[in-house]
């Protein structure tokens, strides 16, 4: 483990998982298919989040996955003003939007956010810069080059865990050159962007390897397809093959896990801690009294 991680008003020490929660603003996101489209609700879902032991936000403008077309005004539209509201509401929370655009982070680096994910492997070079001006924090992600709202097809590597760790650590010291904070800059394998099952499940079990780089990890598990395909599950039953995974990432030294279901997410992070002594059991009487 490396330095402690610092994001907006927040520091988090080199053993303490984060809980990332997604609030999507989109009428057509994946898992939750709009739910927080509209502000009232999808201030809730932060309210609700935050009570459950999320310490960032991520809030996103366009569905990973291809679709209608979002322009960057658009996006723009989508998150500024509940960034900005965010920011009013929750002071001390860590907001993160997630875009690669790099208008985009211009604009929501104004009303407030703290960092951005380029969960598309900087395909804006320009994205980084915004970063380094306003001194938000960069998620940097291997997207095996692939065009956002794209899937992979038929995608092949000699070695993606080199890949990975080749493609992260270039775009991290990229964003430190260009004056992002090195503390805040974090490294995502990228599950199942431009990656098949079998890539991401490979990520997974070699995540140790971007640990060892010291760049803190961040891992956006929750619900994809590489569970879904792994178990042959639907979108709205691969809850358990998230917590698997998260276990898993949490013992080889990730991070930051970016989520739907805080609470299940909290407790599994919080029992894995345990286990490998960097956390106090919340109650000890068993034997004692």
């Not at 208008?103 to 915004?130: I, R, T």
């Not at 899937?151 to 990229?174: F, G, K, N, S, W």
């Not at 990228?190 to 971007?210: I, P, Q, V, Y």
Request: aromatic share 6%; charged share 25%.
């Amino acid at each position: 483990m490396g330095s402690p991680l610092r994001l907006g008003r927040r520091e988090f020490g080199a053993y303490e998982p984060v809980i990332m929660a997604i609030v999507n603003r989109t009428p057509d996101s994946f898992y939750d298919q709009g739910a927080t489209f509209r502000d009232e609700p999808a201030l809730a879902r932060v309210e609700q989040a935050v009570a459950e032991g999320a310490a960032i936000i991520d809030i996103g403008g366009v569905k990973a996955g291809p679709g209608e077309e979002v322009t960057a005004a658009e996006e723009v539209r989508r998150t500024v003003g509940f960034v900005a509201e965010v920011r009013r509401r929750f002071p001390d929370v860590v907001i993160s939007v997630d875009t690669w655009r790099h208008e985009v982070g211009e604009a929501v680096c104004e009303a407030g956010a703290d960092l951005l994910n380029d969960a598309w492997g900087g395909v804006d070079p320009k994205l980084a810069e915004v970063a380094g001006r306003y001194g938000a924090g960069l998620v940097c992600t291997h997207a095996g080059g692939a065009e956002p709202r794209t899937r992979p097809h038929r995608i092949a590597y000699a070695d993606v865990m080199a890949d990975i760790l080749r493609v992260t650590v270039q775009l991290a010291e990229r964003a430190v050159e260009l004056g992002v904070p090195r503390e805040s800059v974090l490294i995502d394998p990228g599950h199942d962007f431009g990656k098949n099952t079998r890539h991401s499940l490979e990520a997974t079990r070699r995540l140790g390897e971007m640990v060892d780089t010291g760049w803190p990890v961040l891992v956006s598990l929750s619900n994809k397809d590489f569970v879904g395909e792994t178990l042959d599950r639907p979108v709205k039953e691969r809850v358990i093959g998230t917590l698997a995974t998260t276990a898993v990432s949490a013992w080889l030294g990730a991070q930051v896990y970016r989520v739907h279901e805080v609470a299940e997410t909290r407790q599994v992070l919080d029992m894995v801690a345990t286990i490998a002594g960097h956390r106090d059991p919340a109650v000890a009487r068993r034997g004692l009294a």
